[in-house]
């Protein structure tokens, strides 16, 4: 079982998701769906090559869909580092 970590762009992109969520869905859906982002991130962590290449942003760079955001992810020996997580509608390339 793999492991991951966030980098502080990914820790701010999860607060900011948050944030939205709360203000228009509520707490607890906000709590719903990141806890659905943690499960998808252990997802990536078990299965390294789940996710498309995304070399055309960086190199090594893979990047998995998980409703409305997409989770960019470096895989690292036998974990992987999350280095974003963006809404699916955003200029995925002017955040790295």
């Known amino acids: 079982m793999g492991d991951y970590r966030l980098t502080s762009?990914?820790?701010s992109d999860?607060?900011?998701i948050a944030d939205f969520t709360i203000e228009n869905f509520?707490?607890?859906q906000a709590?719903?769906?990141r806890d659905a982002l943690e499960a998808c991130f252990q997802t990536i962590?078990?299965?390294?090559k789940l996710g498309r290449e995304a070399d055309e942003?960086?190199?090594m760079l893979r990047?998995?869909?998980h409703k409305s955001h997409v989770v960019f992810y470096l895989p690292e020996n036998?974990?992987?580092?999350?280095?974003?997580v963006l809404h699916e509608n955003r200029d995925f390339e002017q955040h790295f």
Do not use: K, W
């Open 9 to 11: 762009s990914a820790e």
């Open 14 to 16: 999860l607060a900011e």
């Open 26 to 28: 509520g707490i607890e």
């Open 31 to 33: 709590r719903r769906y």
């Open 45 to 48: 962590a078990d299965n390294p």
């Open 57 to 59: 942003i960086a190199p």
């Open 63 to 65: 990047r998995h869909q």
């Open 78 to 84: 036998n974990d992987v580092l999350i280095v974003r």
